[in-house]
């Protein structure tokens, strides 16, 4: 049974950090791009980052971007989000997915056959 599992997330001031942790097990994910999502309250599922399977590829949502840093680490079959500078806004549950990839990567929700449960992160004011 694939399994992907979020860690990392929790309550930090605006400006703070965080690191998030995906880890995948139960299954080979070789050639696997993963990519990060996020729902707010009362909000939609939305794209946050991807990251191709060599990590050759990345890809960022503009609101995001120069703050956040997806990476991945095969070896450990772990995905890291480090989340730097954060706003009250980014306050949302954080979703890790996988798909096949190889070099590719997706940005959008129907396209990864692979979630985990999610971890909050709130950033307060």
């Known amino acids: 049974q694939a399994q992907l599992v979020e860690s990392g997330g929790g309550l930090v001031q605006a400006g703070g950090s965080l690191r998030l942790s995906c880890a995948a097990s139960?299954?080979?994910?070789?050639?696997?791009?993963m990519g990060w999502f996020r729902q707010a309250p009362g909000k939609e599922r939305e794209f946050v980052a991807s990251?191709?399977?060599?990590?050759?590829?990345?890809l960022y949502a503009d609101s995001v971007k120069g703050r956040l840093t997806i990476s991945r680490d095969n070896a450990k079959n772990t995905v890291y989000l480090q989340m730097n500078s954060l706003k009250p806004e980014d306050t949302a549950v954080y979703y890790c997915?996988?798909?096949?990839?190889?070099?590719?990567?997706?940005?959008?929700?129907?396209?990864?056959?692979?979630w985990g449960q999610g971890t909050q992160v709130t950033v307060s004011s």
């Open positions: 990251i191709s399977w060599n990590g050759g590829n990345t």
């Open positions: 139960g299954r080979t994910f070789t050639g696997y791009a």
């Open positions: 997915a996988a798909r096949l990839g190889w070099s590719n990567i997706w940005i959008n929700i129907k396209d990864y056959n692979y």
